[in-house]
């Protein structure tokens, strides 16, 4: 996922790793989407923009989650609150700071 002036490296450094992997395997391993609530076009912090989709009305099991932000950006809650407020989510944060 995806919010205004979002740092473009880290999007290509995230994708890369699992596209190669996908071109060396016999069939391919991973499949990713660029999710926004923002639109369809999101304007990178480097002034690129990247297509992105809105996200599904329900959470899918067994997938990762990464939200890319860069400074400047505003609030992520602004963005994405409704699943920074996710259980799952809440959950791992609690996880990661205790």
Do not use: K
Not at 22 to 40: C, H, I, K, Q, R
Not at 51 to 67: H, K, Q, S, V, Y
């Amino acid at each position: 996922m995806i919010v205004p002036r979002f740092n473009m490296a880290t999007l290509i450094t995230l994708i890369e790793p699992l596209r190669v992997a996908n071109y060396l395997a016999p069939a391919p391993l991973y499949e990713w989407e660029v999710l926004s609530f923002d639109g369809t076009q999101i304007a990178a912090s480097n002034g690129f923009t990247m297509a992105a989709t809105a996200p599904p009305d329900r959470n899918r099991g067994g997938e990762l989650l990464f939200i890319l932000a860069s400074w400047g950006g505003g609030n992520l809650s602004e963005h994405c609150g409704a699943v920074l407020a996710a259980p799952a989510v809440a959950a791992g944060r609690a996880a990661l700071s205790g």
